[in-house]
Structure formats: structure tokens, C-alpha cells
């Protein structure tokens, strides 16, 4: 009987409470392999806080759901306010005079000993996500070979690090998110056009939650928008919040639901702050949701906005995402917004016209259906691997 195939995962943080697009997305398909009967290794971080690496998660191998899980120690933290200064420094410096090695090891999280685990390592293909860390960008060329990249790759300043051209042209194979995201990195590297490649790393099943259950238990009566994951001003906290003030003046019984971190200045009239959900709990809240907001500028796919559609509810986009803005043109899920005023005036046509927002929710599901299963998703990498293999051999 043959083996069961196997893959390894390098990702910087693996843990079922960390709240992340990644973190959630490398849980998924490590899981979706796993119920495959795959063999999974997720290689990872003692890290739990990205800010400053910070964190105490078990570094000895466990198994969950059928995933094996073996972490290193973080070796360094990163200060925050430090470190903003150090980026604005050296991204002003000529790209000959940029001192690379030092701020990718400050970016962290620096783990020694997971690249020298890697280097030691057999020969396991390997996926690393994403192009941004220390891990991946050290890791990746001295792992054994097959080596699988995805990016998750945004329109970002590090994008265009030497160091991160380097490590691409390392990768055996990449595996991108979206078509924007392909674009994205064969623009900023065009050695990735060399690489071999496919589009469509994620699969999203629907949920059918329970938004009667979950009214009931949080005593949220009125229409609401939804946003899950961090509030950060990368991830458009700040538009979302002041459209959301201007939605009130109009609409006095809106409220916006949020669940993820929590974020002090979030706490404004009608915003209702929920912390972390288990998975029923979200569900739900996606179930009652008048929509789903996506307010951040900076995506490589999208997890959120995937996982509205899949329930048949429409999305609110932030248009200075190329990957949102294609979303919305190729599924007809969504209304778009570039400011705070689009973003209230957007949500206002939806809690007004159910019409609407019932038929964006059901384009958007059957563009989920079409594009984004599961059973593709693991075809799409067992072509990846065999074109690693060829590639290495």
C-alpha cells in the first residue's frame, strides 16, 4: 500500500485562537489535506503576538485534527515603535545601501533554529506562507527540495526587498491566491514568470449558521454590518469605524458587529465589540449579518469576503484592493467604497434595498461554488507538487 502523500507547512504562527487571514487559512488546508488522508507538519513559532513575537505556545510536536505540530523559539522580540522607525529608515535609503539582512531579521520572527531545522531537514515537500517573514524568506532556499510558495503577497514596500526576489527565484513552484496577486509579484520580481504556478490556494464550504441563535444570545435585534479579524490601520480599521459613524447619522439603529481583537477606540455608539468567536458563534453572526465588510486596502485574497458569499450574503469592498476590486467584478457580490462617505453611502443602499442585497449574495455564492472548492483547491496542489518534483529533479 503506498504511502499516504505528505507536505510540510512553514507558517509563523499555528495556533486555533491566533486571528489572522493566514493563520486561518493555513489551519483550513492543513485540516482539508489532513480529512484527505494526507500527512501534515506544520513547522511554526512559539509567537503568538505579531507585533512583538511575543508568546509561550508548547514547542514540543502535538497532533490536532490529525495535524502534526512542531514549533521553535522565538529568539528575539521586536519593539514596534522601534522597529516603525527602522522601516522608515532604510526604505529611504538607495536600494544598494538598504541593510536587508538586518531588517528582515528585526521583522522576524527570528527563529534560528527553525531555519537550521529546515536546512537538516528530509525531503518532505515544503509550503511556506508568507513571502514576508523570516521564515520564509531564510527558510525557503535552504529547505530541501520540492518547495512550494505562497506569497500572500500585498502592494507593500518589502515586496520589493532584494532578499525577497532572492528567495523567489529559490521557490520550485508558486501558488498564488488570486490573479491580482499573481500580477502583483511577477511585476515586482519577474523571475516569478520563470516559475511554474497556478491560482487558488483556498477553499470555502457554506455554513448555513444560525442567525435566529445568535440574535438571541448577544441580543442584537437591528440590522448590523459585519467585520471579523484585527482591527489595525492596515486593515482599514479607521475607515471602517468613521463610515460606520456616518452610516449612524442616517441610520440611528445600524450597528457594526465586530469580532476578532479588540481595539479600544473601537467603542463608539452602536459598535458592538464581541472579542473571539468559536466557529458556531461566527457563523451565526455571518447568518444574520445585513453585510460583510472588508475594509482593508491590503489583501492577497480574502478569506472574509469568501466566507460572506458562501452564506449568500453580500459584501462591502474596499476598492483600493486590486484583489477586492477583481473579486467584485468577477463574482457581482459586492458594492465597492474608496472613503469613508462610499463606504456609508454603500452600506445605507443595502439596509435600504433587500432586493439588492439578496441578489449580491446570491452572485456572490455561486462565484464562491464555481471557484473556490476544496476538492480543486488539493488538485491544484498535487499538479504543484509533480511540477516541483520534475523541476528538482
Not at 75 to 99: G, T
Not at 127 to 144: E, N, Q, R, S
Not at 275 to 296: E, I, N, Y
Amino acid at each position: 500500500m503506498p504511502d499516504p502523500p505528505r507536505l510540510r507547512i512553514v507558517v509563523p504562527r499555528f495556533a486555533p485562537e491566533i486571528v489572522g487571514g493566514v493563520e486561518t487559512h493555513m489551519r483550513r488546508l492543513a485540516a482539508s489535506l489532513a480529512g484527505r488522508g494526507w500527512q501534515v507538519d506544520v513547522w511554526s513559532t512559539t509567537a503568538v503576538d505579531e507585533a512583538t513575537w511575543e508568546g509561550n505556545l508548547p514547542q514540543r510536536a502535538e497532533t490536532a485534527n490529525g495535524v502534526s505540530v512542531q514549533r521553535f523559539p522565538v529568539a528575539r522580540r521586536r519593539r514596534p515603535w522601534l522597529f516603525h522607525q527602522a522601516s522608515r529608515a532604510l526604505f529611504r535609503l538607495p536600494v544598494a545601501l538598504r541593510p536587508e539582512h538586518a531588517w528582515l531579521c528585526a521583522q522576524g520572527p527570528y527563529s534560528p533554529s527553525l531555519v537550521r531545522a529546515l536546512a537538516g531537514s528530509g525531503s518532505t515537500p515544503t509550503l511556506f506562507i508568507p513571502y514576508l517573514y523570516h521564515p520564509t524568506v531564510y527558510g525557503l532556499p535552504v529547505a530541501p527540495h520540492p518547495r512550494v510558495l505562497i506569497p500572500a503577497a500585498h502592494p507593500e514596500r518589502p515586496l520589493h526587498l532584494r532578499s525577497v526576489g532572492r528567495m523567489i527565484a529559490a521557490a520550485d513552484v508558486i501558488w498564488f491566491s488570486s490573479h491580482e496577486e499573481q500580477e502583483l509579484v511577477e511585476g515586482a520580481h519577474p523571475v516569478a514568470r520563470r516559475i511554474p504556478s497556478a491560482v487558488g490556494n483556498m477553499g470555502v464550504e457554506p455554513r448555513h449558521g444560525d442567525a435566529g441563535r445568535f440574535r438571541a444570545t448577544t441580543g442584537i435585534a437591528g440590522p448590523f454590518l459585519l467585520y471579523g479579524g484585527r482591527m489595525t490601520a492596515g486593515k482599514g480599521a479607521d475607515i471602517l469605524l468613521e463610515g460606520f459613524r456616518r452610516l449612524q447619522q442616517a441610520k440611528p439603529d445600524a450597528r457594526l458587529v465586530l469580532a476578532g481583537d479588540r481595539r479600544p477606540d473601537a467603542a463608539q455608539p452602536g459598535v458592538i465589540a464581541l472579542g473571539r468567536l468559536d466557529d458556531d458563534t461566527w457563523a451565526g453572526a455571518m447568518a444574520a449579518a445585513a453585510a460583510v465588510v472588508v475594509p482593508s486596502p491590503l489583501e492577497s485574497l480574502s478569506l472574509l469576503a469568501l466566507e460572506a458569499w458562501a452564506d449568500g450574503r453580500p459584501a462591502l469592498l474596499n476598492a483600493g484592493s486590486p484583489v477586492l476590486r477583481g473579486h467584485a467584478r468577477r463574482g457581482g457580490g459586492a458594492l465597492t467604497f474608496g472613503t469613508a462617505a462610499e463606504l456609508a453611502a454603500a452600506a445605507e443602499r443595502l439596509l435600504d434595498d433587500a432586493a439588492l442585497a439578496d441578489g449580491l449574495g446570491a452572485a456572490g455564492r455561486a462565484y464562491v461554488l464555481a471557484n473556490f472548492r476544496w476538492d480543486d483547491v488539493v488538485n491544484r496542489l498535487d499538479g504543484l507538487l509533480a511540477a516541483a518534483r520534475e523541476r528538482s529533479a
